[in-house]
């Protein structure tokens, strides 16, 4: 797709300034480095904060200052449905029915809610299949549901292996690996992108994979939410959890969502956890002693939740919901492939990029020689991006604010300072 002739800034500022989408970049406030702007590259872990943030979390100081108690039923976005401000640019997001998404919690709260309903173990299908490199925080999580089942962790939680000699897991391996664990298996329960490797998974066959062997499926959206297109109702999976402090930038330690399907609406053998603010929104108030579940995954919701942080999150979803996710991703695709491109052109032999062309918008750059001193003098130059051990560089350009500028500038930097 590029060329030789793409290998030059004016060439990346003409494909910026032929593309309609780069009109989104001036919604963000960029951090500054000693230059002025830097570059940033780590909308996978903490997206920029767009600029109508403020304005959206002063709007609710205001009603509460103006209001007190009464913002719940005043203002110009009462609290007591503002969670139901998400629900719509949710669905749209990931595929899903309104009825099937909800912002509440974060993440691995809402991983752990999840868990307590569709990780449902018996003496012979217990098995739980992840990704290999699964998300630390996601393994303990695992690990302490399982234990607390009664299981061994060791005896029951199943990495997906790569062949030998290939640093992610081809398509067919996941679903032969699926199909070797049968009967035993319980849950299949991997992330959409893998957050190392940047890895994406067919949500659809793997999901398919699971149900044919009796078990369910599950999906984290972490590094997925806000980067790819879904259709997790059309695609039959369980549940699913994501942050919105990373793609969705809703700021740090934002809320975060959760998708049921549907089907498990209503079925009384599914344990939950429940708190007053999934209880029938007509009796709520009446305080009456008994849980009566609201008949959509808001039945999984506990506490009312914080409202700045939903202002926050509104202010985000504004902006997807004018961009929208398949003219993101569609960006997106162009601007990680411009990236790659522009890497191997002139970082040949130095470096290894480990993402396959299934993919989201970050990759995962494994340096050749250790990277530290690298990072250092990138860090130096203004260039914001993420290392993990021992040699891995974590680099997206994310649709909603990185340019063509931005990737063509940040490999100059890498070829100088290599
Ligand atoms: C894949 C994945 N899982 C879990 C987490 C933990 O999220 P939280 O601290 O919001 O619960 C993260 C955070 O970066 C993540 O990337």
Redesign the pocket.
């Given at each position: 797709m590029y060329q030789s002739t793409h290998n030059h800034i004016d060439s990346a500022k003409d494909l910026d300034a032929s593309d309609p989408m780069s009109v989104f970049r001036s919604r963000f406030h960029f951090p500054k480095s000693p230059g002025g702007q830097g570059l940033y590259f780590c909308g996978h872990s903490l997206g920029l904060q767009p600029k109508d943030t403020r304005k959206a979390i002063e709007t609710e100081l205001d009603s509460w200052a103006e209001y007190g108690v009464e913002g719940h039923f005043e203002g110009p976005h009462p609290w007591l449905p503002y969670h139901e401000n998400i629900t719509k640019s949710f669905a749209n997001l990931v595929g899903a029915k309104n009825s099937e998404v909800v912002a509440m919690n974060?993440?691995?709260v809402n991983l752990h809610l999840m868990l307590v309903s569709f990780y449902r173990p018996t003496r012979t299908r217990f098995k739980i299949l992840i990704e290999n490199n699964t998300?630390p925080?996601?393994k303990y999580a695992l690990d302490s549901q399982v234990r607390f089942h009664g299981f061994d962790p060791a005896l029951t939680i199943v990495e997906l292996q790569p062949a030998p000699g290939k640093k992610t897991v081809e398509p067919e391996d996941v679903i032969a690996q699926i199909n070797a664990l049968g009967d035993s298996l319980a849950l299949v329960m991997l992330?959409n992108c893998n957050?190392l490797s940047g890895q994406c998974f067919n949500f659809k066959e793997i999901t398919a994979a699971a149900h044919k062997n009796g078990a369910l499926c599950g999906f984290?959206l972490?590094?997925g939410a806000g980067n790819l297109t879904m259709n997790l109702h059309d695609d039959d999976v369980d549940f699913a959890v994501w942050?919105t402090y990373k793609y969705l930038n809703s700021g740090p330690g934002g809320l975060?969502g959760a998708f049921v399907h549907e089907k498990h609406f209503g079925d009384k053998k599914i344990p939950r956890f429940e708190g007053w603010w999934g209880h029938d929104k007509n009796s709520r108030f009446k305080m009456g002693p008994t849980f009566e579940p609201i008949p959509t995954v808001e039945a999984w919701q506990l506490s009312n939740p914080p409202i700045f942080q939903l202002a926050s999150l509104r202010a985000s979803m504004n902006i997807f919901d004018e961009a929208g996710i398949g003219n993101l991703r569609a960006r997106g695709d162009k601007l990680t492939s411009y990236l790659e491109y522009l890497l191997k052109e002139n970082c040949e032999g130095k470096l290894d990029i480990i993402t396959p062309k299934a993919r989201g918008s970050m990759l995962s750059i494994q340096m050749k020689k250790d990277p530290k001193p690298l990072v250092k003098i990138l860090r130096e130059k203004g260039v914001i991006l993420d290392f993990r051990e021992p040699d891995i560089l974590r680099v997206t350009p994310v649709p909603l604010y990185n340019s063509y500028e931005d990737c063509y500038r940040f490999v100059q930097i890498m070829k100088e300072s290599i």
């Open positions: 974060t993440l691995t998300f925080s996601d992330g957050y984290n972490a590094h942050c975060a």
